[in-house]
Nanobody, 123 residues
Framework: QVQLVESGGGLVQAGGSLRLSCAAS????????MGWFRQAPGKEREFVAA???????LYGDSVKGRFTISRDNAKNTVTLQMNSLKPEDTAVYSC?????????????????WGQGTQVTVSS
């Protein structure tokens, strides 16, 4: 099994930045793709970004140009740098991982999930 633990959420004003981190433990050798999803109250879970072990990335349309996903394979961590934050970015952000190498934006394609961390952007 794989365990994922997120950190770095919090409260920030619009236009500010936050950095989220996700640490993986357990059978980390089985992880090929890691990603971030978010879910706001009353809304469906939304794809944010994903990264392969090779470094190839995929972003959701709403965060392109503002968020950057990166990964440290040696430390089994993935980071989401969020800049130019907007109130509509407010959500619980969850880290996810999957064994397959293909970049996927569908949450059902991911095998492992973290508990999530709250990000609140005030206007």
């Amino acid at each position: 099994q794989v365990q994922l633990v997120e950190s770095g959420g919090g409260l920030v004003q619009a236009g500010g930045s936050l950095r989220l981190s996700c640490a993986a433990s357990g059978r980390t050798f089985s992880i090929e793709t890691m990603g971030w999803f978010r879910q706001a109250p009353g809304k469906e879970r939304e794809f944010v970004a994903a990264i392969r072990r090779s470094g190839r990335t995929l972003y959701g349309d709403s965060v392109k140009g503002r968020f950057t996903i990166s990964r440290d394979n040696a430390k089994n961590t993935v980071t989401l740098q969020m800049n130019s934050l907007k109130p509509e970015d407010t959500a619980v952000y969850s880290c996810a991982a999957r064994a397959s190498a293909s970049l996927e934006s569908a949450s059902q394609e991911y095998d492992y999930w973290g508990q999530g961390t709250q990000v609140t952007v005030s206007s």
